[in-house]
């Protein structure tokens, strides 16, 4: 078994209450921790805080053990025994932990103490256990599980996707920094060569789909929802906002969005001096440049994204150095390894682990500054005796990795000479324009998903194109025209986290007020910043973005003059 290394240092947080010993493998010794705490007496203050706390010293050896058995699993998909070590956890210890943590739930509110703990300290706490005992179903557990499972099992094929290509073999993330070069008929074999790889699989992954929406549509109803849709928003914890506001975000995004991304497309085509985009034409440099290559390998990336992280504050500098010192950064794309990016808490430690498929593109140094956010944001918490107060809801915890992605924006110079890096914050303004129709495209594909969950795979590919048509672009697809009617295949939140994208585009807003914020007071834009991290879970959404010095609004009013601002910038 060949394992990534990692370097975990458990002295800073000593456990008190679960046995150093414990095999967090083994149920029946963790089932015993959780057997104490199911009998344990509530009476006092004293009691419920101490119960509390040993709750939450269970759960973060418990979450660690998971994210350990997921590095390894992402890291090494084609490792048969780290597979077998991470289905044992989610076949049989994520699911027995699901109905203890219902059982404390119950308890908890029950409690006579928990009446003497301070209201506003314990407001979102409280919410939340409401929310889960309201809609835990012993039903759903196997079928979460089994949905689980099928997300391990599309890793597992993305992540052993290679393709010959000049000569040499390729993952598809590899493959995807072809598409820079200024030779067309380089890109276009390499995104041919892509997409049929893809392809190849399509079968399997539309079985693994169609397995998942009847899955999620069991436990919306077995919870007593006409949805999905309506479950995951409960289950996601989306009380600040609702499904029809998703809806109303995405027809903003057509109306303040959309005319700068057709300005983008034109300006594009014209620079090629092409009468058509095909697909292969998005990403190469629309007045022929080459493509930029801000690094060799891994270390080259990380020494100058440690530049830029000093360069926008000393504390930034320091935190990257625990990743780096510990060896908690995989970050180039190789043979048998997941696709995508991630940052991962490992709980007990309370360190952040980052993960990401580099292949030598400007768009890695982003991807990079994204997931160093959520590092900062995890290290910012760390001190917080609450487990569940350690995560910040999603839209905000997006806000902690897109602002510091535009707060870099200032300082690539660390990678650049003065032209390139005038050129790289235009390509990062240009992804905006772009990101933002492409998350209300796969936030509606989803809507539409599981408010028809008996649609056939005719259907779905049928209202993909029609998204396309409405947030897409206008491209030749003549060379391979099923690709644009499945292209969705390759988007990982899909498949492993449902319904989990439009926090992005909401996010997004609040990391451009933070880039205006910066530009006007970099101090202030900074400690607003880091006390918003700080926070964590323990506000609600709308409180925590007041806290950073933002708004937590995603209407036309706040959209508009932030599209308007990055017009100015591209001079569209």
């Known amino acids: 078994m060949t394992e990534t290394t990692l370097n975990r240092d458990h002295n800073e947080f000593p456990r008190r209450f679960v046995p150093e010993d414990l095999d967090l493998g083994d149920w029946e010794q963790i089932g015993a921790c959780y057997k104490l705490l199911r009998e344990r007496d509530l009476s006092t203050l004293r009691d419920i805080e101490r119960w509390l706390a040993d709750l939450s010293e269970l759960q973060s050896a418990l979450g660690e053990e998971h994210a350990v058995r997921y590095i390894q699993m992402t890291c090494h998909t084609d490792d048969p025994a780290i597979e077998r070590a991470y289905l044992h956890f989610i076949e049989n210890i994520t699911p027995k932990t699901e109905s203890e943590h219902f059982a404390l739930a119950r308890k908890y509110l029950d409690a006579p103490g928990r009446r003497d703990l301070a209201a506003e300290r314990y407001f979102v706490f409280n919410r939340a256990r409401e929310n889960e005992v309201a809609i835990y179903r012993d039903e759903n557990v196997p079928l979460q599980t089994r949905d689980a499972i099928l997300s391990q099992q599309y890793q597992k094929i993305c992540g052993e996707m290679t393709a010959n290509f000049k000569q040499r073999e390729h993952t598809i993330p590899q493959l995807t920094g072809y598409l820079e070069e200024t030779d067309r008929n380089e890109r276009r074999a390499a995104w041919l060569t892509a997409a049929n790889r893809q392809l190849a699989d399509r079968q399997a992954i539309e079985s693994i789909f169609d397995e998942m929406i009847s899955l999620r549509d069991r436990m919306a109803h077995h919870a007593g929802f006409p949805n999905f849709i309506e479950y995951q928003f409960r289950r996601l914890g989306r009380f600040d906002y609702t499904a029809q506001d998703c809806l109303s975000f995405h027809e903003a995004i057509e109306k303040a969005v959309m005319p700068l991304q057709r300005k983008l ?46 360069a926008i504050s000393p504390l930034f500098e320091a935190e990257f150095a625990i990743l780096r010192e510990r060896h908690l950064l995989d970050l180039e794309s190789r043979k048998g390894k997941a696709p995508g990016g991630y940052q991962i808490t490992l709980d007990e430690t309370r360190q952040p682990f980052i993960f990401m498929n580099a292949a030598d593109r400007n768009q890695d140094l982003f991807t990079l500054f994204h997931e160093g956010g959520h590092a900062f944001h995890a290290l910012a918490t760390r001190y917080e005796p609450l487990f569940s107060y350690r995560s910040a809801p999603i839209e905000f915890a997006e806000v902690g990795s897109m602002g510091m992605e535009m707060m870099a924006y200032e300082k690539l110079d660390a990678f650049y000479d003065p032209g390139s890096a005038a050129r790289a914050r235009r390509m990062h303004l240009e992804d905006i324009i772009l990101l933002l129709p492409w998350i209300a495209r796969v936030d509606a594909f989803q809507h539409w998903i599981y408010a028809n969950p008996g649609h056939s795979r005719a259907e779905r590919e049928a209202r993909w194109i029609t998204l396309d048509e409405r947030f897409g672009d206008d491209l030749d697809w003549s060379e391979l025209p099923e690709w644009r009617a499945c292209s969705w295949y390759a988007k990982m939140h899909f498949f492993c986290v449902p319904l989990y994208y439009i926090e992005y585009g909401i996010a997004q807003l609040g990391a451009l007020q933070l880039w205006e914020r910066y530009l006007d007071n970099p101090q202030a834009a900074i400690e607003g910043y880091r006390v918003g991290l700080k926070l964590g879970g323990s506000k609600p959404l709308p409180d925590i973005f007041i806290t950073a010095g933002l708004r937590f609004n995603f209407r036309m009013e706040t959209l508009q003059p932030l599209m308007s601002k990055i017009e100015s910038a591209l001079d569209l």
Do not use: H, M, T, Y
Not at 278 to 298: E, I, T
């Open 265 to 310: 497309r034109e300006r594009r085509k014209s620079g090629l001096g092409l009468p058509k985009l095909a697909p292969w034409d998005l990403d190469a440099d629309p007045l022929g440049l080459p493509p930029l290559r801000p690094f060799s390998n891994a270390a080259e990336l990380e020494q100058g994204v440690v530049r830029i992280f000093a």
